[in-house]
């Protein structure tokens, strides 16, 4: 199975962009189901890319960024550059989905991805408000086209 897991808070601005490009892909697979893919929106909730991701063979994360990169820039990077982490303290206020990649690995083993790939759009405005600037919204449709891509290829 193939894991899509959109990451992020549309109440700030740019730092929903993973929750748009989850809701995109739903709609998209609705019309154009692929077996074997699952998208998930998972918001703010870093344990839920840890449960979801769980015996899949092949993951992907999107979320923004800030990194004091371009706006709009767009990152594909892999997963196991992301997840080696230090231990996290599992606080669940705290625990974000690159905790998740590196707690998941150590916590399902086996059953965790090996294969998993990161998407990160780099923020114009993270302040409180609704809706994706401009530029970020062109990298979103652009990271949501090669997603398709990758699920189109899959399987």
Known sequence: ??????????????????????????????????PGVEVY???TAGMDVMFQARGS??????DANLSESEPGSLFVVPG??????????????DFRWDHALYAGKKIYQSDFPDDITVYLIEA?????????SSVVQAAAD?????IQQRIKAYG
């Open 142 to 146: 652009k990271a949501i086209n090669q």
């Open 124 to 132: 114009a405005s993270v302040d409180l408000g609704v809706g994706l």
């Open 57 to 62: 063979d092949a993951l992907i994360v999107v």
């Open 41 to 43: 929106d998972a918001g």
């Open 1 to 34: 199975m193939l894991s899509v897991i959109g990451c992020g808070n549309p109440n700030r601005q740019d730092d929903g962009v993973g929750v748009y490009i989850a809701q995109a892909l739903l709609a998209w697979l609705a019309v154009h189901p692929h």
């Open 80 to 93: 196991e550059m992301l997840a080696n982490l230090p231990e996290p303290g599992y606080n669940l206020h």
